[in-house]
């Protein structure tokens, strides 16, 4: 009798052991699930961290694309619809008003930015400027044209040459209207192209000499990114001139062609 109930005692601390060591091993079972609980979310904000990283990426890539090719097909159109308006400068007869440099064009054109639903011509101004970092920025400014005479008081000085005659205009300046086109430039120039006389093809030339009653037929612009604003592409816009020879706004009279 007191060896079975011995024996019972013994078999009686055997539960509690048991009950002890698998407690135990739930324990370790737990915290090995949080470990992989918390690497698997560690994975995934890194993956999303990832994917919302490259989802702005080519968002910004979009939208200077964006930017790039509406300042394209605006140049084009601003170009495409220019006029060959006649200024009337008091230390000079009438002249065709166009400044082409290379780094700057003054001309007049029937097409704007900031007023595409007016009807109107406006004097439209492009000029590279120097930015921060050594590279360059294509702007735009837009003024109304309210007169011939008002258009002429702009004009400094006409320099004669056996081609016809240059127009020096003040330097540009920029204003809080100005508009920028185009950024991050390590090149931008302008060239205009001149027929030639014989009726040969002609050439492109990045300083303009006005002749009577024209401006170039067509224009371009060269265009290309610094190294740190790989996104755009060099680019070369080239419009042609609709209507290069003189066109005055002189009522019945400019109508009949007097």
Sequence with gaps: MTREMGFQSAKLTVPGTRGRAEAGVTLLELLVSITIVALLAATVLFAWRVGVSAWEKVGTQLEKGRGVLAAHQLLQEQIASMVPYEAWPEQRGRVVFFQGEAETARFVSRYSLTDRAASGLYLIEYH???QQGGTKQLLLKETPVRGNEELGAL???????????RLRLPPFERDPETVVLLEGLQECRFEYYRLAATGEQGIWTDEWVNRPNEVPPAMRIHAAASGDAGELAPVTIVAAVRNSVRWRPLGILGILGL
């Design 128 to 130: 590279v400027a120097a």
């Design 155 to 165: 004009i400094r000085d006409i320099e004669s040459h056996p081609e016809g005659v």
